[in-house]
Structures are given as structure tokens and as C-alpha cells.
């Protein structure tokens, strides 16, 4: 069966992960290469599982009791149409990763900090998405959380880095906690921990709630979710770019899958204000996070925020999913849960594409602020254009694979005046002009990305001296961005594929995609609306055919020579270009005063005076300011306080835990 071959690749992974310190410490060449191959080929096995068990049906799917783990329970797994679908997602990117990072590996200074981990988070992050039972998912959990830290940690000898780690750790610790809290209330007094107990289990309205409560903590600030979201712009770019790609394309769709799992699938029915919970905080990432990546001059930390926007667009589609559940309206619901897992997995896929072109920036011209390069095009050109496609994915234009998934979640907000609370009605369109603001905003966020990036003249000495990288890491793109382009064209199958997934969660499924006629997928019916992928593809592949030839067969044969455009700046010096912050400027003074409190002061020296003209910008994080500083003085203040409990006698500590004992026992009968 496919789930027993995923949980001995999963055995698998943890076995290299064991061997690699081993390796390193015997300064094997190969060490690098075999811990990669290996974790690639376990990978593919894992997601050829997931592949079998989603498009197979229940003859492909199952579920394993193991006598692990705590007495009583075991250890429970399954793999079901939920379960296989994030396994693909997971997977894919794991196999493309490993793929990727037996050329990038080769530059690692500290291997032994990075390979011995790397096996252990996609163990992690796999074992998550098979858990059955709420102990072996906390495990899991904590598991990859543990590895990821220690990825997020390798390069440790820089300051950031370390304060990036401090923080993960922090936000890590609270998430677990939170999902503890939420996987004890479901299994109640009984302690049916077992998801199928849980299933089966009747909860109260009120207790559900907290539930989502608790979960959109959890995994909310795993995923990257506003206000939890602090510590990914900070982890993210600390890490290897392969486990960056990992961390922000795979990993935040493991948090994705464990908020599906339980709210739509373990806590019982919905109420309708849950939809109003999860589309607020699912429209405030998606802006505030995109907002951030425009004003980003980090490379690596643009894409991170980047991320914060993308998992906010996939909650708006869960939230949706959550409004037209509660109304019972199943094709709709099928629609935006359809639209928002499909748009996990392509972020993972351009998003991957993405920290991989950072990497290969990194590597090939040793610097990843944007200020200080300019002109790779010219050094790095397979990396610029594939780099150009990511680009164009992440910023939903056709005809490739973002677009599909954000069209897809706005055919559902146009659904939305059938539904018959007047909230809704009101905050779902409000919703979708944030989902519209955050496209537009993307877009300007990657243009600027790419051309300060790639385009014009070089800014440093690190950018004239860049060199393209090796094969593997360019394969590896390729691979990427082949896919997006195919899920662009062809989303029908993928569509397709994810009907099960649907059925199970809310009841329903999207209309079967036809293949033809023009390889359009219909998202309710004909009468509404349609879209093919294909004919978008072709029409702009005839359009650019048609304006070449229009060119070279009319256009005039004389030849004139003249000074080109110089835009008013006669001067050759990259000091004359666009920098990265007079391009953002427009946004800055639209949204800088309300978002980021962003002031600008200007310095300007009397007559004679030979002192610089100086201007300072300044911008806030709100978010930092308002909850997490006071809580960090909170947090000192009662430790302060708390710090008698050090100095007490026998008797007193004897005292403190009778009196726990006695609380906990009420409450515990008090529940039952």
C-alpha cells in the first residue's frame, strides 16, 4: 500500500538523517550528494504515494496502527484524499529541493550544520500530514519545527541570524502550545486522542469555536498569518536558500493542512462567523504582507513577506470555503477550498522558483541586497529569465498558474449575495478588493524586484564580477517553472484531482473539466464564466508572432543612428538609475503614513555651509510596537516578580503543589 512505502521512506529519511554527521565528521567528498540523493529519492517515493493515493481512489488509500508512542494509543496514520494532496505538495518541493541542493550544497561552508537536518525536516513535515492521532501530530510537529530552528540556525556565527533564531523558536513554542490546548479540548475528558475518535465525538458550538481560536494561533503562526507572522521575515532568509524555498513554499502548507484538518474535517460543524474570522485575518495578511515585500530591499526577505501575502490569499479561500459550508451551499464551498489549495500548491511552486533564483544570486554574485546589484541579465542569463517567470507567476498574470488559482478564489467571492447573512455579504466583496489591491500590489512589488535586480547597470563591484551557476541548481528552475507553466495551461487535471479532496471537506466538487472544447475550465457552468488557459497561451504567443513579422517585413530598411533615450540623465553612472527605494516611493507615500507611520525629515545645509544635504526615512512596525514589545515587558516584568518562587522553604513549594493538584482536579471534575 502507498502509505506503508511513504512510512518507510519516511523511515528512510530519518536513516540519512542519522548517517550524515557520520559522513561529515569523515570528511567523505561525497557526503553532500549522497545526503541529498538520498533524501531525493525517498521524497519521490513519498510523493509517487501521495500521487497513487489521490488519483487512485480508496483502493490506494488506508491506514496503519503502529504499537509506538504512548501505550494506550499507538501511533496512528492514514492517508486519505486531504492527506495525499498536501503529501504531493509537500513532496514535489522536497524532490525539486534535494534536486537543487546537490549543486547549491557544493558552496555550503558548514555542511555539518545543514545536512544532518535536512532529512529530518521532510521526515517532519511528512509525518505531519500522516499523523491520525492528535499525539503523533504534536510529535511531528514539534519534530519539523525542531529541525527547521536548526536549519535556521546553520550560518549562527551572524548576529541576525541568531536573533532570527531566537524568535522562531519563540513563535514555534507558542504554536505547538496553542494546538495542544486545541487537540485536548477535541479529544475531552475521555482523551480520545485518535482522529477518528475525535471525528466521531460530538462537540458543543462554543467549544468549536475555541477550537478555531486556538488553531488559527497554532497554525496560523506557522503559516505566517498577521499579527503571527513576525518571525518569518526573519527566519526565512537566515536559512540555506534550498531550505528557504522549503520553509516558505512547503513547510507554511503543512501549517495550511493542519488548519484544513481540523476545522473542516475534526471539529464538527461550522458556524458562520467563523468565515468572518478567517477572511479578515486572511485579507489583512495578503495586503499588510505585500505591503512589507514592496519597501523590502533584502532579496531573500522581500520573498518572505511575499509569503505572508500568499497564505493570506489562500485563507480567504478557506474562509470562503467556511461561509458557503455553513449555508450549505456545496458547489460554492467546493469552489474556494478547490481554489485555495490549489493556489498552496502553486506557491510552492513559484515560490520555490523564486528563493531558488535568490540562491542562485547569492552564490553568483555573493550579495543579495538589491541596492548593490543590477545588470545580471547580462551575467546570470538563465538565471534572470527563469527568475522573470517566477516573477510573472507570483504576480497572477496569464497564462500562468497564479492566475488560475487567485481567478478562481474571486469566481467565488462573486457567488457571495447568494449568502444570507448581511456580514458576509458585506465583508466577502470587501475581501476580494483587497485581493485585487494585494494582485496589483504584487505585480509593482516583482517588477521591482526583477529590473532593480537584473536590469540596467551594475551598482557594485559584486555585481560586474557575477557568474551563472552550476547545472543542477538551473535544471532545477527549469523543473519549476515548466510546471507552472503547465498548471497555467492545463489546470483542468489539477482541478480534477483535487475533487476528492473537496468531497470529503464540504460535501461537493467543481464540475468535471472537460479536455476540450479549447482546454477551458468552468469553476460552476457554462452560463457564468470560463476560462482557457491554452487559448490565452496561444493568442499571446500569435501576438508576439504577428508584431515581429509586422516589424521586419514593413518596417523601414534605412538604417539611422542616433543617441538612444537617455531619459534625461546623459550621465553613464548607476548613480543616475532607479534605486530600489525611489521605485517604491509611489507606494510609500500612499500606504507608508497608515501602515508603516513612515516619516521623511530632510537635512539641508545653509548657503556655504560644504555639510551634506541628508534625508532619513524612517518606518515602523506597527505590529512589532503595539504587541510584541509590550508583551516581551510584560514577560520580564512577571518573571521579575516571579523570581521569590526561587527562594521559598520545602513547605511553601510542598504547599504550591498541593494547591495546583487540588485546582486541577475541580476543574477536571467540574469538565466531566
Known sequence: MPIVAALLSIAGLAGVAVAAPILVARRVNWATPAVYGASLAFAAVLLLSGLLALLGGSAFQGNVHLPIGLPWIGAHFALDPLGAAFLVIVDFGAVVASFYAIGYGAHEEEPGRVLPFYPAFLAGMNLVVLSADAFGFLV??????????????????????????????????????????????????????????????????????????????????????????????????????????????????????????????????????????????GAGSAVLGVLHAVLQRDLKRLLAYSTVENVGIVFIGLGLGLAFKTNDMAGAAALAVTAAIFHAFNHSLFKSLLFFGAGNVLTGAGERDIEKLGGLVHRMPETAYLFLGGCLAISALPPLNGFVSEWLILQAILISPDLPQWALRFLIPASGAMLALAAALAAACFVRAFGITFLSRPRSPAAETAREVGRWQIRAMYALLAVCLVAGIFPGPFLDALSPVSQMLVGGAMPKQPLLPH??????????????????????????????????????????????????????????????????????????????????????????????????????????????????????????????????????????????????????????
Open 519 to 672: 482546454l477551458a475550465i468552468i469553476p460552476i457552468s457554462e452560463s457564468r464564466s470560463s476560462y482557457s488557459g491554452f487559448l490565452v497561451f496561444f493568442f499571446i504567443l500569435m501576438a508576439n508572432w504577428a508584431a515581429i513579422r509586422v516589424i521586419h517585413n514593413f518596417a523601414s530598411r534605412a538604417v539611422r543612428r542616433a543617441p538612444p533615450w537617455d531619459c534625461g540623465f546623459p550621465d553613464a553612472s548607476p548613480a543616475t538609475q532607479y534605486t530600489a527605494d525611489s521605485f517604491a516611493q509611489p507606494v510609500r507615500r500612499v500606504f507608508g503614513p497608515i501602515a508603516f507611520r513612515a516619516k521623511v525629515s530632510q537635512t539641508m545645509p545653509p548657503p556655504g555651509d560644504l555639510a551634506p544635504a541628508r534625508l532619513t526615512l524612517s518606518l515602523r512596525d506597527l505590529i512589532w510596537e503595539f504587541i510584541y514589545e509590550p508583551l516581551e515587558g510584560a514577560v520580564l516584568y512577571a518573571a521579575e516578580r516571579l523570581n521569590v518562587l526561587q527562594f521559598l522553604t520545602i513547605r511553601s513549594y510542598l504547599s504550591l503543589v498541593f494547591a495546583a493538584l487540588v485546582l486541577l482536579l475541580v476543574l477536571v471534575a467540574t469538565w466531566a
Open 140 to 281: 511531528a510537529w514539534e519534530f519539523m519545527s525542531l529541525s527547521s530552528w536548526a536549519l535556521v540556525m546553520a550560518h549562527h556565527h551572524d548576529a541576525e541570524n541568531r536573533r532570527a533564531g531566537y524568535v522562531y523558536l519563540l513563535m514555534a513554542s507558542f504554536g505547538t502550545l496553542m494546538l495542544l490546548l486545541a487537540f485536548g479540548l477535541l479529544a475531552g475528558p475521555d482523551g480520545g486522542y485518535a482522529f477518528a475518535s475525535i471525528r466521531a465525538a460530538g462537540h458543543a458550538p462554543w467549544l468549536s469555536g475555541l477550537v478555531l481560536v486556538l488553531m488559527l494561533l497554532g497554525a496560523g503562526s506557522k503559516a505566517g498569518l498577521v499579527p503571527l507572522h513576525v518571525w518569518l521575515p526573519l527566519a526565512h532568509p537566515a536559512a540555506p536558500s534550498h531550505v528557504s524555498a522549503l520553509m516558505s513554499g512547503v513547510m507554511t502548507k503543512v501549517a495550511v493542512y493542519g488548519f484544513i484538518r481540523v476545522v473542516f474535517d475534526l471539529a464538527g460543524e461550522p458556524a458562520w462567523w467563523w468565515a468572518v474570522v478567517v477572511l479578515i485575518l
